[in-house]
């Protein structure tokens, strides 16, 4: 039996992806597929390690892994009018130096907000910690992902949407590529193959 580990974030959609996989309601002859639940900065750091044979990135990052990982069709996340969101706290300026939390420094947004606010400040931290991070005043301001750009405190507003940084940049006709799955190229072909189906 061989195992294939698949790593993937904790949000609702990826969890709800892989559920018949970790339950083992589906599967593949002669393969074990371990799932593994990790946020966004992890798994990037992972994939730079080359740790996981299946793996959630962020597009940013595929640039520097494409020679060890190649992208599944399936699975990707573009936003097109939505996505991550800079929040602060409600009527709270931003000083050009503004300090920030991303949920790391290799994910899309991290990339387009350094890009938009060359100035600012950042701190990295788990996506799960942002939030507070901003209502607490640890930092001026943070970047939502996943189910937190939904749920966030009435005591927040939003300053920019990541999407608009991405118009901007792009002209405003693509869709914002946010991630994917990506399987590592040393996995041979047949198995690649059968584990993408």
Known sequence: ??????????????????????????????????????????????????????????????????????????AMSFGEGYGPKLVKLKDKKLKRNFKVALSGATTTNAMLFRMA?????????????????????????????????????????VEREVWDIWVEFSGGDLPLPLGGMAIRRSMPLVRAIKCEE
């Open 1 to 74: 039996m061989i195992k294939v580990n698949v790593a993937h974030s904790p949000d609702a959609d990826d969890i709800f992806m892989y559920y018949a996989i970790r339950f083992g309601w589906v599967g593949l002859d002669g393969v074990r597929f371990d799932n593994i639940a990790l946020d966004i900065e992890t798994l990037n750091e992972g994939a730079l390690k080359n740790e996981y044979e299946v793996c959630a990135i962020s597009f940013a990052l595929y640039p520097k892994i494409r020679d060890e990982y190649a992208l599944l069709r399936t």
């Open 117 to 157: 606010y060359p100035e600012a400040r950042i701190s990295y931290m788990n996506f799960l910690e942002i939030e507070q991070a901003v209502l607490d005043g640890t930092v001026d301001a943070g970047v939502l992902i996943h189910e937190a750009i939904l749920t966030y405190s009435d005591k927040l507003e």
